[in-house]
């Protein structure tokens, strides 16, 4: 591979192998990977320290584009980003100089219950009231003063109030705003590159005669027979292919207008059409079908989902304090009615549609799979534990009566969400989480690199600094000699018992990077790694909060509003089969093409 990159460089030249920064970096990643494996083959594998993994990221960056413009994205957002971190920064440093001012050491002990648990010294006032800008030690921090005088609330809720609701919610909207103009630029060059090689191909067939002079006029227009021949060439997926050829006009020759305007279906997604509905000579089936069809006929197999799923609810809030064998069986009985009735609903639908035309729902394919999965445990049920289930404390098979069950509840339950097909504000919000996970994979796969940077970084630094207790009688005699320690007080990590948090191996360490994303309860790990490691541990959790909880969470918030307003805008007429009709063309180009045609200066 690394022979192809280096005649890749030789053949573009010295001058624009020097401008090609990936591709300069991509060699460095191979020769340092290549370096590092040497070293340890010499030393039999028994180092700790591999450089290489933190460069396998790169590999995964280097080869989607989207990525690239999204890191491009990023750097150039950076620099508003700083200007509002630099002023939470100031921030913090004033809020904490007024903090150490007001709740200073004084001589009678009994006032000093501030002073002595936040306010010590100034790495703790800072880190005290860090947490406090993200709430998770809210109110505890302010609780001894607050005991004392009631005033001293104003401080932290003034901190609170400018900090976490105003600076943090500001950060939201300049991130909002910033990355998605340099997101639309970058969209933007995108497309205008494609005009552009489309407009070359429209000027190529030009060239090569295939051209008709407009009389009076100076534009030039194309055969159509020549634009199907070359769109019979190009390789293209074919419903893309198929998609431009009925977009071909019935005329004999073809403007570059026109032929620019034939490409707009690369933006969208495969429309399915659904199949027509059998035909049947039988005047009851007609009817059957009518009814079948019917919106009345969904409505009442919601309805009857609903039912089912609120005795399921009702019955495990009866028997929430029985154990499996004191539970009755009238739960088993009202799951087979139902079933029965999800299998009838299943065959006349199948009966109105056609087998195709029942596939050819996204809803009936979920109703469909989870019902026969019903159908065979419930048949298994039967099979095995006969009626009326007399034999529950005896376990047949792979699983028990009660675990059998208990996964047909899950999928009742889980079949419920059929609903969300049939209402049209569910119908859009889901379809924008779809939406989400098909164009936000860039970043999705960017914030894995992120991750996977910091697990091993984390893995590095931190593995083995906290051991758990052996065992219970190890631990309790600790508690009784410990007891006064402050490694023991309430809200500690070892009070928590968070031993499962730790940085012992790569899956415990993405769970706890995860838990600080989250932010609830992060000062607790950064406490406990602060004691057992040294102070400058800070430096990686702050780091670590910095870039995936202010600036990462607050730019998934700011995409999923921009996806949803743009989806929520052209929906106000639609009804749910539009909604799901028009989810094929939603793409990150069209999110951006009313903010194109509102800037054409930017794309000429």
């Known amino acids: 591979m690394i022979k192809v990159y280096i005649f890749q460089s030789y053949l573009i030249g010295w001058d624009e192998f020097r401008k090609t920064k990936w591709l300069i970096g991509y060699i460095l990643a191979i020769?340092?990977?290549?370096?590092?494996?040497?070293?340890?083959?010499?030393?039999?594998?028994?180092?700790?320290?591999r450089i290489r993994r933190l460069l396998r990221p790169f590999f995964l960056l280097q080869n989607s584009s989207l990525m690239k413009k999204t890191l491009k994205c990023l750097k150039r957002t950076l620099p508003e980003m700083a200007s509002v971190i630099l002023l939470l920064a100031l921030h913090l440093c004033l809020f904490t100089m007024f903090g150490m001012l007001l709740f200073a050491k004084t001589e009678n002990p009994e006032y000093n219950g501030e002073w002595e648990s936040y306010?010590?010294?100034?790495?703790?006032?800072?880190?005290?009231?860090?947490?406090?800008?993200?709430?998770?030690?809210?109110?505890?921090?302010?609780?001894?003063?607050y005991s004392l005088n009631r005033g001293y609330s104003i401080f932290f809720i003034l901190f609170s109030v400018f900090g976490t609701y105003f600076l943090m919610n500001l950060l939201t909207a300049i991130i909002y705003n910033q990355f998605r103009g340099y997101l639309l630029m970058s969209i933007q060059t995108s497309i205008h590159r494609r005009r552009l090689g489309i407009q070359a191909a429209f000027v190529v067939l030009c060239c090569h005669g295939h051209t008709k002079r407009l009389t009076g006029e100076q534009h030039e227009q194309v055969q159509v027979a020549a634009v199907l021949e070359v769109i019979q060439r190009v390789q293209m997926k074919s419903y893309y292919r198929q998609a431009i050829i009925k977009k071909i006009p019935a005329d004999s020759c073809m403007t570059g207008e026109a032929f620019q305007r034939l490409f707009e279906e690369l933006d969208k997604d495969q429309i399915k059409e659904h199949p027509p509905k059998p035909e049947y000579h039988q005047l009851y089936l007609q009817r059957l079908q009518s009814v079948v069809c019917?919106?009345?006929?969904?409505?009442?197999?919601?309805?009857?989902?609903?039912?089912?799923?609120?005795?399921?609810?009702?019955?495990?809030?009866?028997?929430?304090?029985?154990?499996?064998?004191?539970?009755?069986?009238?739960?088993?009985?009202?799951?087979c009615v139902f079933?029965?009735?999800?299998?009838?609903?299943?065959?006349?639908?199948?009966?109105?549609?056609?087998?195709r035309g029942y596939l050819s729902y996204k809803s009936n394919i979920f109703d469909g799979m989870l019902t026969i999965l019903l159908l065979m445990l419930q048949i298994s049920i039967f099979a095995t534990y006969k009626l009326p289930f007399f034999h529950r404390k005896e376990k047949?098979?792979?699983?028990?009566?009660?675990?059998?069950?208990?996964?047909?509840?899950?999928?009742i339950v889980f079949r419920f969400l059929r609903i969300i097909s049939d209402i049209k504000l569910m119908a859009l919000v889901a379809s924008t989480l779809v939406d989400l996970v098909k164009n936000l994979r860039a970043f999705a796969g960017i914030l894995?690199?992120?991750?996977?940077?910091?697990?091993?970084?984390?893995?590095?630094?931190?593995?083995?600094?906290?051991s758990p207790p052996a065992n219970d009688s190890i631990f309790n005699s600790t508690m009784e000699i410990v007891s006064a320690n402050y490694s023991m007080e309430c809200g500690t990590y070892e009070q928590l018992e968070y031993w499962?948090?730790?940085?012992?191996?790569?899956?415990?360490?993405?769970?706890?990077?995860?838990?600080?994303?989250?932010?609830?309860?992060?000062?607790?790990?950064?406490?406990?790694?602060?004691?057992?490691?040294?102070?400058?541990?800070?430096v990686y959790f702050v780091s670590w909060w910095l870039i995936s909880s202010v600036m990462w969470v607050n730019l998934f918030i700011a995409l999923i509003l921009e996806n949803f307003t743009y989806r929520w805008d052209h929906s106000h007429a639609f009804t749910v089969v539009d909604v799901e009709r028009t989810a094929y063309q939603t793409s990150v180009q069209l999110m951006f093409r009313e903010s194109m045609s509102r800037n054409p200066q930017r794309t000429s």
């Open 448 to 466: 894995v690199v992120v991750y996977y940077v910091y697990a091993v970084l984390g893995i590095w630094l931190f593995q083995g600094a906290i």
């Open 294 to 335: 019917h919106y009345s006929v969904t409505v009442l197999g919601n309805a009857l989902a609903l039912a089912n799923v609120i005795c399921i609810c009702t019955v495990l809030v009866l028997d929430s304090e029985k154990t499996v064998t004191e539970r009755d069986d009238y739960l088993e009985v009202i799951n």
């Open 396 to 411: 047949h098979g792979l699983m028990s009566l009660w675990e059998m069950v208990r996964l047909i509840n899950m999928l």
């Open 500 to 538: 499962p948090n730790n940085f012992d191996d790569f899956a415990s360490s993405l769970v706890l990077l995860y838990n600080i994303m989250v932010v609830n309860n992060w000062h607790v790990f950064t406490d406990a790694y602060t004691r057992y490691t040294t102070e400058w541990s800070k």
């Open 339 to 355: 079933i029965l009735f999800y299998l009838l609903e299943m065959a006349l639908k199948n009966i109105a549609l056609g087998w």
């Open 119 to 145: 306010f010590r010294d100034l790495p703790t006032s800072l880190s005290s009231l860090l947490v406090l800008l993200t709430t998770a030690n809210n109110p505890d921090v302010m609780i001894p003063a």
């Open 31 to 49: 020769a340092a990977s290549i370096i590092d494996w040497t070293l340890s083959l010499s030393m039999l594998c028994e180092e700790t320290l």
